[in-house]
């Protein structure tokens, strides 16, 4: 299988080598990785060309985005650049992040998934988070899920998904379109990948209602949004996440903000998230 990677980078001089060292020590190498500095003002790219200059499947492109950090659209922005400057000869294509550590068979046992089962349209392994001398799974999600710095996705799937949506939750709806166009999401609970920053230590003020937002865009309702933001909420051990989430649902639903899936993808959504819900509680 072909496989090509792109990784989004803003101002990762502290982290962005130990990811690329654990690339280049893959037992199976990509065919092409594209670095995508993203405006960085550190000294980023020194380390994207000490790797480049080395590994010739490794290339950079600059990309100008806004300096804040806006979950979702800024990073998706930057993978956009970077599919740009890849051709079309893939089987596989992946958005990785550059603020993790990969375990050396990470590509491998990946692609063992994805050959086992021509169904399977997005696979990963877990994120962990270092907490003392440990590491833990990073609990904001279920272990089932294939997080945002380690996506990989089937050709197929991922045009059928419409490619990646520049939103906040373009990690959440893309397994749920990939389900709505039949595909399965796996993970390998075994490849445990380091996760060098924990999800939204970055974030602005400013993105603390987009978790609602991205609930409303996805159609979940105001129901489903009070669950999911519960759910959330309890995993990060803060009421006012809770608040911050209904918030930012209402905002958007006042804004008449766009939705990001269409009404039938989001009656789909709705009825897999309720089931899942019935199946937990012992409903069904």
């Not at 270092?130 to 590491?135: A, T």
């Not at 279920?142 to 799937?157: A, F």
């Not at 796996?186 to 490849?191: A, E, P």
């Amino acid at each position: 299988m072909n496989f090509y990677i792109v990784i989004p980078a803003h101002n990762e001089e502290a982290f962005i080598g130990k990811t690329l060292q654990s690339i280049v020590e893959q037992t199976i190498l990509p065919k092409k990785i594209i670095v995508v500095n993203d405006a960085s003002t550190d000294g980023t790219q020194k380390i994207i060309n000490q790797f480049s200059e080395k590994h010739t499947f490794i290339e950079s492109v600059f990309h100008n985005s806004k300096a804040i950090h806006k979950p979702g659209s800024k990073v998706v922005s930057a993978f956009y650049k970077g599919l740009e400057n890849l051709d079309n000869d893939f089987d596989l294509i992946g958005k990785f992040d550059a603020d993790i550590i990969l375990p050396r068979n990470y590509f491998e046992k990946v692609l063992k998934l994805f050959n086992s089962d021509e169904k399977i349209g997005i696979a990963g392994g877990n994120l962990y988070v270092e907490k003392g001398n440990n590491w833990e799974f990073e609990a904001i999600s279920e272990k089932t899920k294939v997080r945002g710095p380690i996506k990989l996705y089937r050709k197929k799937c991922f045009e059928e998904i419409g490619c990646l949506k520049k939103s906040i939750g373009w990690d959440t709806v893309d397994e749920l379109l990939a389900q709505y166009h039949g595909w399965k999401i796996k993970t390998d609970t075994s490849l445990q990948v380091k996760h060098l920053k924990p999800t939204g230590k970055v974030y602005s003020k400013s993105s603390k209602y987009k978790q609602g937002e991205a609930f409303y865009k996805m159609r979940y309702g105001f129901w489903l949004t009070v669950i999911a933001s519960a759910k959330l909420a309890s995993k990060k051990k803060s009421f006012q996440f809770f608040i911050d989430c209904l918030k930012g649902f209402q905002k958007a639903k006042k804004s008449d903000l766009a939705y990001i899936v269409s009404k039938e993808e989001g009656a789909f959504i709705r009825k897999l998230r309720w089931d899942n819900i019935k199946r937990k509680v012992g409903i069904r």
